[in-house]
Nanobody, 127 residues
Framework: QVQLVESGGGLVQPGGSLRLSCAAS????????MAWCRQAPGKEREFVAA????????TYADSVKGRFTISRDNTKDTLYLHMNSLKDEDTAVYYC????????????????????WGQGTQVTVSS
């Protein structure tokens, strides 16, 4: 079992930046693709970004491409999401998630592809 704990959310003005972190404990971080998903009020959860277990492949939703960067540190069992040029529509609860299979990737992901989730951290973009 793996436990995922997100941190770093908060209130930021449009155009600002935030860095989210996800600390993993228990078994199973460095051998899995990891991802960030988000859920805005009244909307379904959506995929944001993913990074392969070796950090050699990253995948982004079109809505965040060029603004967000996903990274990981397997020595610290930690996943990151660097968010720049934030927009009002980025307001959501952001979740850290672990892919269901080890040493595997996909061309594009959906939330049902992930089997373990954190509790989420709120990001609010507002002036």
């Amino acid at each position: 079992q793996v436990q995922l704990v997100e941190s770093g959310g908060g209130l930021v003005q449009p155009g600002g930046s935030l860095r989210l972190s996800c600390a993993a404990s228990g078994r199973g971080f460095s051998s899995y693709t990891m991802a960030w998903c988000r859920q805005a009020p009244g909307k379904e959860r959506e995929f944001v970004a993913a990074i392969s277990w070796a950090a050699d492949t990253t995948t982004y939703a079109d809505s965040v491409k060029g603004r967000f960067t996903i990274s990981r540190d397997n020595t610290k069992d930690t996943l990151y999401l660097h968010m720049n040029s934030l927009k009002d529509e980025d307001t959501a609860v952001y979740y850290c998630a672990r892919y269901k299979r080890t040493y595997a990737t996909k061309n594009m992901y959906q939330p049902p592809d992930f089997g373990s989730w954190g509790q989420g951290t709120q990001v609010t973009v507002s002036s």
